[in-house]
């Protein structure tokens, strides 16, 4: 009889690998992913820097980490592993205090409970760029074929000095203190529930914001791998137990973080969602007119066009590329950009580790708060009031893969000339199909790169829209 040679399942989409638990992302998948960014840093000659190794929440993270330690250690390859649930931006920035060769990261992010999986940043905490991931896959896949994998257990890892257990903690608190006024944040008397998701960030912002007048209540702050009832994404409905507790404790603010707090999410004082684009364009505000920073701002084409308003405002250039922060923290880093930031609630910022921080730019937003004594909603007020009203939302639909290439002939197919009475004045193909009205609103049909969903976005002056528009654009891909 002869032996089924199952398929490579291992696949590096916007960031990394993700796949559900017991199914696609097991031990012996893992393994083989460790030992492809092994043989990577030993080709690139960079592998005496060592690598940073850290997990999320999720089932099974810790042991998964280990797995992968084991096998960076069996390539003679030095690991600095997290001793705890640890936060994405954390061990981003770990790998530039260690100044180590990269990270490995076992989180699926913002995904439901039930998958995990595998990010490698650069040497530059950042998530690497397709040139360096097509290379680790072509290795992985090599591994994947031979079954060849080196292991050494993670007790005589331990013992030969090749993993060490190492504080990222430190270091991090360190740089955020070094970036905004931690000082002003807990002395300025507000009332601050913070939201975690059950994730890495548990705990985080409590720390950063403990010990001043400053109140503070943490709620989904527990490790429960199930995330019950939650669907780790910081966007609304996932965000309605904090809005509650804070229409319930009448505080001035909710600030969430998603599964592995690279994301951040914001609940107004009146317990409404002010949305990643919005929250965006109010960063990019703080930065240019609080901070009076100048420089480029780096955004990815799903998010905000008041981008390019304040670019005007302020004389300073924006520069769109695709979804990702591969390509954005690049972008950040040639231009010296201010901020670089995308539609997913990730924002990076200049003179930190290039890559998202759902951490720190919840930091900033309050500081923003803080700096204009404004609440949220009126930050947001004053947004409009200097760039018009601009409203978002985006709907998520799975689909079976078999019908990917019948959506796409679909949204071809449909009239493009106009869109909810507006001139369509261009269709951007880059990544879906984007079509910009006339008057500045757009709208977004695409795939996502993490999971088997199709997005389709909009952006335009009023919420009743918003909804039209993605009413048009399920029309359109016949979902």
Request: charge should be neutral.
């Amino acid at each position: 009889m002869s032996k089924i040679i199952k398929a490579n399942p291992i696949k590096f989409g916007t960031d990394g690998w993700r796949a559900v638990i017991a199914e696609d992302f097991t031990f012996e998948n893992v393994r083989y992913c460790a030992q492809g960014v092994a043989e990577y840093l030993i080709k690139a000659k960079i592998e005496g820097r060592g690598i940073v190794i850290g997990y999320d929440t999720r089932f099974a993270s810790a042991d998964f980490a280990a797995a992968a330690a084991e096998v960076l250690a069996g390539n003679s390859i030095k690991v600095y592993l997290a001793p705890a649930p640890t936060p994405t931006p954390v061990i981003s920035y770990g790998v530039l205090a260690k100044k180590a060769a990269g990270a490995i990261i076992i989180t699926a992010s913002h995904n439901p409970g039930q998958w995990n999986g595998f990010k490698y940043k650069d040497e530059y905490g950042c998530s690497a760029s397709d040139d360096i991931t097509s290379k680790i896959v072509d290795l992985i896949s090599k591994s994947y074929a031979s079954g060849k994998v080196n292991r050494l257990s993670l007790s005589d890892a331990k013992k030969q000095g090749l993993v060490m257990t190492s504080d990222l903690d430190t270091d991090y608190f360190e740089q955020i203190a070094g970036l905004v006024d931690i000082d002003g944040l807990r002395q300025a008397d507000l009332n601050v529930v913070i939201d975690p998701m059950y994730g890495a960030g548990a705990g985080y912002l409590k720390r950063i914001l403990s010990g001043g007048s400053t109140r503070l209540i943490e709620i989904h702050g527990e490790r429960n791998p199930l995330f019950p009832g939650l669907h780790p994404e910081p966007i609304l409905p996932h965000l309605n137990d904090l809005a509650a507790t804070i229409k319930k404790n009448k505080a001035s603010v909710g600030l969430a973080t998603d599964g592995d707090a690279d994301r951040m999410g914001i609940i107004d004082e009146n317990g409404n969602f002010i949305t990643q684009l919005q929250v965006f364009a109010l960063l990019c505000l703080y930065l240019l007119e609080v901070r009076a920073e100048r420089g480029p701002i780096i955004k990815t084409l799903t998010t905000t066009s008041m981008a390019y308003r304040l670019g005007e405002m302020f004389n300073v250039p924006v520069i769109e590329t695709a979804v990702g922060f591969k390509y954005v923290a690049p972008l950040m880093r040639s231009e010296n950009a201010i901020i670089g930031g995308e539609e997913s609630g990730g924002y990076g910022f200049r003179g930190h580790v290039l890559e998202r921080d759902g951490i720190l730019a919840n930091l900033l937003f309050l500081d923003f708060m803080v700096k204009t004594g404004k609440s949220p909603s009126e930050l947001v007020d004053y947004l409009f009031s200097r760039v018009g009203p601009h409203h978002y939302h985006r709907v998520d639909i799975k689909f079976p893969e078999s019908e990917r290439q019948t959506i796409i002939q679909r949204v071809k197919n449909a009239p493009h000339d106009s869109i909810d009475n507006a001139k369509v004045a261009k269709l951007d193909t880059t990544d879906g199909f984007r079509f910009i009205l006339e008057d500045n609103s757009w709208l977004l049909i695409r795939f996502s790169g993490t999971e088997p969903l199709l997005r389709i976005y909009a952006e335009t002056d009023s919420p009743q829209r918003v909804e039209r528009l993605l009413e048009i654009g399920k029309k359109m891909a016949g979902v």
